[in-house]
């Protein structure tokens, strides 16, 4: 089907928190319908932890990028 076309593999990436990295501008590089609550969960935070700069964090992204 079409459909099957436009399907696009995403993948885990770990990538390393900066200084000026906040949730939404992590969240916001992820493959996702509701990223903000997908990277805590993948990440095992709760509601207003944020990762340090220097941490590995992990997100989804879409295969090939």
Known sequence: SQEVLTLRPRVIETVTVGPGDTLATLA????????ADL???LNGLEP???PEPGDEVKIVTYAGR
């Open 48 to 50: 207003g932890e944020m």
């Open 28 to 35: 916001g590089r992820m493959a996702s319908d509701d990223p």
């Open 39 to 41: 990277f805590r969960m």
